[in-house]
């Protein structure tokens, strides 16, 4: 009976759906698991093609299953939806990737590593903890200015705050509140200096990291980033693979062969996006002190199109550049804008 050739599994917190498929795409079994009896069945299965939606666990699900000799690979949602049928369930959703898998133009997620896991976590912390400060920033400057207290804009005034207390003549309830916020931004920033230093360590050990930092306006936190989200870089067939992947590339709504682009299509992982866009701006404010092609480019494009568009460019041309980098083992030439073995 379970002769299957690929087995789709939705994926769940405790439980698990599989739907199981022969060569010719004929279904041979459905079947319920846990997690222990999930493991516990692909441990003795004849080696197949296991496909997931790449979603919650399933990058570390996928490390496991390949262990037991299995062929693993990862879905995005977005590409499984279509092919589910009508009323949505767990064993439609697990039939539905077995059909999204069989498609020869279907594209698959890499799955990650622990170490790629780990740094991507500890990234979405710190994102995290610089919210909440920002937020507790936000929120001192806007309580004191409600008792007619304006301090200078960011993080200037409020690491002075217990010295301008003294000065005004507050509440002391508005005072205790005020000091345990300072309290947790003081907290907030010296965790956040921690992350920072445990990054730079990690990235000082990673030569491709080193690597990605030699492109203009990316920083150790964008490289670290990069480093994690690419890995080798091989699932990505180009550049613009990887900017479109991040969704720096146009939406593109053309018919009757007319070709009509629109604004960048905003997919994916939308802190890269950010942080990619932020290195972009951050090389335009020294555009004055840079050289080489790229920089005349960026002159060039500032002529014709606003400085918001100019950015976008950039930072598509930026993540072109750090895949070429990562993928193809090369160094940035800031003189001549291209790459150098």
Not at 39 to 49: G, S
Not at 57 to 73: D, I, N, P, Q
Not at 295 to 302: D, F, G, I, K, Q
Request: a positive charge; one cysteine or more.
């Amino acid at each position: 009976m379970d002769h299957a050739t690929l087995v789709g599994i939705d994926l769940g917190k405790h439980s698990f759906h599989l739907h199981g498929q022969d060569q010719n795409g004929k279904a041979v079994f459905r079947k319920k698991l846990g997690r222990k009896q999930l493991v516990e069945f692909f441990a003795t299965h004849a080696a197949c093609t296991v496909v997931m939606e790449a979603c919650a666990g399933s990058h570390h699900m996928a490390r496991k299953l390949a262990t037991f000799g299995h062929e693993v690979k990862l879905i995005s949602p977005q590409f499984v939806r279509p092919f589910v049928k009508s009323n949505k369930n767990d064993f439609v959703d697990a039939e539905a990737i077995c059909e999204a898998a069989s498609r020869p133009a279907m594209r698959f997620v890499t799955p990650k590593t622990e170490s790629q896991q780990t740094l991507s976590i500890l990234h979405r912390v710190r994102e995290s903890m610089v919210r909440d400060r920002t937020r507790t920033i936000n929120q001192m400057h806007g309580f004191l200015l409600e008792f007619g207290v304006s301090l200078p804009v960011g993080r200037t005034g409020i690491v002075r705050l217990p010295e301008l207390l003294t000065l005004h003549a507050l509440p002391p309830r508005l005072i205790a509140v005020l000091e345990r916020l300072h309290e947790h931004f003081k907290y907030l920033q010296e965790q956040i200096g921690e992350i920072d230093c445990e990054l730079a360590r990690q990235l000082a050990d990673d030569d491709t990291g080193q690597r990605l930092m030699s492109i203009p306006g990316i920083g150790p936190i964008t490289a670290s980033v990069l480093a994690a989200e690419m890995g080798d870089g091989k699932q990505y067939g180009c550049g613009r693979d990887f900017a479109a992947s991040v969704g720096l590339v146009p939406r593109q709504y053309s018919t009757g062969g007319r070709s009509n682009l629109l604004g960048i299509s905003r997919r994916g992982d939308k802190h890269l996006r950010y942080l990619l866009v932020l290195c972009a701006r951050a090389y335009m404010q020294r555009l004055e002190k840079q050289t080489g092609r790229l920089a005349e480019w960026v002159r060039t494009m500032l002529t014709r199109r606003h400085s918001n568009v100019v950015a976008c460019a950039l930072a598509n041309k930026l993540a072109r550049t750090a895949w070429a980098i990562v993928a193809r083992h090369t160094t940035f030439n800031a003189e001549f804008s291209g790459l150098t073995r």
